[in-house]
């Protein structure tokens, strides 16, 4: 492939340099734009070299696989061209290109020991968190934190204790270019005896892990933000995360008595340190008698917090006896269309979310109403547009919030755990060692 000459003249008189500059602080699809305005333009903007520093989109999906091979040992499922998978790990290629534009086999780690059984654990801003410990959840955590783009990656040390029991544990990556250059992963524990919730930090800066909550003041661990680590609380990382203005978004289900109205009554804002800085109840629409709304996702699209929940007919959730409606009486209802809801939440301090959109699953997979978790999942919402991805069945399939066009992507078997990757081509001192 030709790529312009670097040396080649500065567009309309304008330096290079400084251009590279400004553009590089602009959306993804108005640098997308930026290409039509001229073809000095299109190939400043097309130059390998500034890619680097220009913006990037959503480019594939890496996922985990139940892992199984036919008689003649080669992968079940990989037909389609542009889903490979390895070991765990899984990517399908979402622009159709014949080679990705990364490695998704993370060739560049198998000098690593354990390498050929990593899981992808979280991603954020192009970076990867992996645990080399795969399924056996008995091992204590070996994570890896690695750029695919430019192949740099940086083994975590030990934590340098030994984990209390837990009931459940998760880590986040928190890797924000545009405020610093350093990584960040949180990893919060519910202790098995007590059900307090506790943060451990690790910090490139300082290379070590730590205990938040250690050299915080009593102010601190009684703050309002706080209580949920204390209370009926618990954290649901299958329904992914936002990291927006440095801050990571999770959602944090309520387990405590009450009307089963809100799965995920409340999402938490917590910063690199481990303090929660917003607590945020998650909103809803209550339109139909004998439903629940249940939390599905919440990730960044266009610079903002997406939350998504939906309705679902009581007899899908009620745990206590029949329902008086019966799942049949349902299906027979032709006036009752469940609907999945969008919203977002505002630039500033607000703690408020906002509805954005709202679709029937009827207009998502020609049924009236769908089980979260057994009949569809949310697995991304596209960083630069108002399109949500959804897997249904065992398809990938797009859904696009301005048109109401809904399109079917790839089939993917044995899926779960699916993590978006938009690419990130700067190196960082932070990940100290490269193949």
């Given amino acids: 492939m030709d790529f312009p000459d670097p040396e080649a003249p500065e567009v309309a008189g304008l330096p290079d340099d400084p251009l590279v500059e400004i553009l590089s602080r602009v959306p993804f699809r108005s640098l997308c734009r930026f290409k039509c305005v001229s073809k000095a333009w299109r190939d400043l903007i097309a130059n390998p070299i500034h890619r680097c520093k220009l913006p990037q989109t959503l480019v594939g999906l890496f996922y985990e696989i139940h892992h199984r ?14 889903i490979r998978s390895h070991g765990w790990v899984g990517f399908v290629d979402l622009l159709g290109r014949s080679m990705p534009l990364v490695d998704p086999f993370f060739s560049f780690l198998r000098k690593l020991h354990g390498s050929e059984s990593i899981r992808i654990m979280d991603t954020c801003h192009g970076l990867l968190l992996l645990d080399r410990g795969g399924y056996d959840f008995d091992s204590i955590p070996s994570y890896v934190v690695c750029n695919p783009a430019t192949k740099q990656w940086l083994a975590v040390p030990d934590f340098g204790w030994t984990p209390s029991p837990c009931n459940g544990m998760s ?3 928190i890797f924000c270019p545009a405020m610093s250059s350093h990584v960040y992963l949180l990893q919060f524990t519910d202790d098995l005896f007590t059900s307090v919730t506790s943060v451990q930090i690790f ?8 205990h938040s909550e250690s050299a915080w003041s009593l102010e601190e661990k009684q703050a309002p933000c706080e209580r949920w680590r204390y209370e009926s609380y618990s954290l649901e990382p299958e329904r992914k995360r936002a990291v927006v203005n440095g801050m990571l978004y999770l959602i944090c289900d309520s387990l405590g008595e009450g009307p089963p109205v809100l799965d995920g009554d409340h999402i938490i804002a917590v910063d690199v340190e481990g303090k929660t800085r917003k607590f945020i109840p998650v909103p809803f629409r209550m339109c139909k008698e004998q439903c629940s709304i249940l939390s599905d996702f919440v990730g960044q699209s266009q610079g903002l917090v997406h939350y998504v929940n939906h309705e679902e007919p009581e007899y899908y959730t009620n745990n206590d006896g029949p329902s008086e409606r019966s799942a049949s009486e349902y299906n027979d209802d032709d006036d009752v269309e469940y609907e999945l ?3 977002i939440l505002p630039e500033g301090d607000t703690q408020e979310l906002v509805l954005k959109h709202t679709v029937s699953f009827l207009h998502l997979f020609g049924e009236k109403s769908c089980k979260a978790g057994i009949d569809y999942n949310v697995v991304a919402i596209h960083p630069d547009r108002d399109v949500i991805i959804f897997k249904w069945n065992d398809k990938l399939i797009s859904y696009y919030m301005d048109t109401g066009e809904v399109c079917a992507l790839h089939t993917v078997s044995d899926s779960f755990g699916f993590a978006s990757y938009v690419p990130y081509f700067s190196e960082l001192p932070a990940l100290s060692n490269k193949y």
């Fill in 69 to 82: 091979r036919d008689r003649d040992g080669d992968d079940e499922g990989a037909g389609d061209d542009n």
């Fill in 171 to 173: 880590v986040h990556l």
């Fill in 203 to 210: 910090s490139s800066k300082t290379g070590a892990w730590t």
């Fill in 341 to 343: 809801f969008i919203w």
